[in-house]
């Protein structure tokens, strides 16, 4: 059987919501027992992502939990507001 993908485009209202979006949800690897690969790309204020595996039951779990976190990192930026900028002191 073949790769089955899915791909996402997740937008935010400021590339740098996307960005902190990307920075945490990142760190989360699938577990290589789920035969799953992830991909995270940022582009400007979108979140790409892309699953893949041969399993559709392995993918649908993956983006379960992808979705699960998703939300509970927009659910903390609306809570908290957006972040503020890092500035340079020279």
């Known amino acids: 059987m ?4 899915v791909d996402l485009s997740v937008p935010f209202p400021s ?3 996307a960005e902190v979006a990307y920075q945490v949800l990142r760190v989360d690897k699938e577990p290589s027992r789920s ?5 995270l790309a940022l582009n400007d204020n979108l979140l790409e992502v ?3 595996g041969k399993e559709a039951r392995k993918i649908r779990v993956a983006l379960t939990s992808f979705f699960d ?3 509970l ?3 903390t930026i609306d809570q908290f507001g957006p ?3 890092e500035y340079t002191h020279y």
């Not at 073949?2 to 993908?5: A, F, I, M, T, V």
């Not at 035969?35 to 991909?39: D, G, H, N, P």
Request: cysteine-free; charged content about 35%; proline content about 8%.
């Open 2 to 5: 073949s790769d089955l993908k």
């Open 15 to 17: 590339a740098r919501e």
């Open 35 to 39: 035969e799953i690969a992830k991909k």
């Open 50 to 52: 892309s699953f893949s």
């Open 69 to 71: 976190h998703l939300l």
């Open 73 to 75: 990192v927009t659910e």
């Open 83 to 85: 972040p503020v900028p």
